[in-house]
């Protein structure tokens, strides 16, 4: 679970369901919510609460810990494209807008684009890809942004899928995952319903043409979804600061090999996620000397 607009701050706030733990973000206002005064400054984010579990049980119990005023103040909630959530969200905030979040639309693409490959690739030589196939050696320039491929690489990677993909789906799949991309980047420009609109008919009518299973499914995906991405769309909001503190709390599972005490888990995670926020009350100390 992601980002939610609380109607008691001037700035976005963040929830995060990942893994083992909900780790909350509030931005930190003349200590509210439990925090000690002395170590909170105004527009800070800290994590606040963790919480075991990813299921909509989980989320739906840490709403209604929180006040009746909490929960009405909420405006928005930032999610996956993951059910549970969105059932949680519902039954516990049933005033509050949800939206998914870019980053999990795009990485779904991928996967179309990725799976795309590998069965063409298996339908024709009958194996799998190898390092001297075009596409396979072309496989990580397939899931980069088309902005973001030199002149050369585009040529090399649409060449190599053209000698090497007779029916022409892998190219098919990359161009409805740039389209999807399209789609995504007019949150940027503010959102305009007709510029939505045309992308979202450009990117269904796509789909439909190619008549590849991969996509249709994406497209379904999209379309079972759309009432949530549409919100993200007109209002910008992501959950990109809580997937960085997601990748955080990886990073100490990862480095300890595993915790036996979870309340070292607990405090070793709250230690790394509040790393800049004790740098900043060192330089700027609130109790005076």
Not at 69 to 90: L, M, N, Q, S
Not at 111 to 129: E, I, M, Y
Not at 135 to 145: E, H, K, Q, S, V
Request: proline share 4%.
């Amino acid at each position: 679970m992601g980002e939610y607009s609380h109607g008691l701050f001037d700035d976005h706030s963040a929830v995060e369901c990942g893994l083992e733990l909900l780790v909350e973000h509030l931005t930190a206002v003349d200590g509210a919510f439990g925090q000690d005064p002395d170590r909170c400054h105004i527009g800070q984010r800290l994590p606040q609460s963790k919480v075991d579990g990813r299921t909509s049980a989980a989320v739906q119990a840490w709403l209604a810990a929180r006040t009746p005023a909490f929960r009405a103040g909420i405006e928005v909630v930032v999610i996956d494209p993951h059910a549970g959530y969105a059932a949680a969200v519902r039954a516990a905030l049933p005033d509050a807008l949800i939206a998914v979040d870019h980053f999990h639309l795009i990485m779904l693409a991928n996967k179309a684009v990725t799976a795309v490959r590998q069965r063409v690739t298996r339908d024709l030589l009958d194996r799998r890809g190898r390092k001297t196939d075009p596409t396979w050696a072309n496989r990580r320039l397939l899931l980069r942004g088309k902005e973001r491929l030199s002149e050369r690489a585009l040529a090399r990677m649409w060449n190599g899928c053209v000698d090497s993909d007779p029916t022409g789906q892998i190219l098919s799949a990359w161009i409805a995952k740039e389209e999807l991309r399209a789609l995504c980047a007019t949150a940027a420009h503010g959102g305009h319903p007709g510029e939505i609109r045309a992308r979202l008919w450009a990117f269904y009518r796509w789909c439909a043409d190619t008549q590849i299973p991969e996509l249709t499914t994406l497209a379904e995906t999209i379309d079972t979804w759309w009432p949530a991405i549409e919100v993200f769309l007109t209002t910008g909001l992501t959950n990109a600061r809580t997937e960085g503190t997601n990748r955080l709390i990886k990073q100490v599972k990862r480095a300890a090999c595993g915790f036996r005490n979870r309340d070292n888990y607990r405090r070793r995670v709250r230690l790394h996620c509040t790393r800049q926020t004790r740098r900043l009350s060192a330089r700027n100390p609130t109790v005076p000397a």
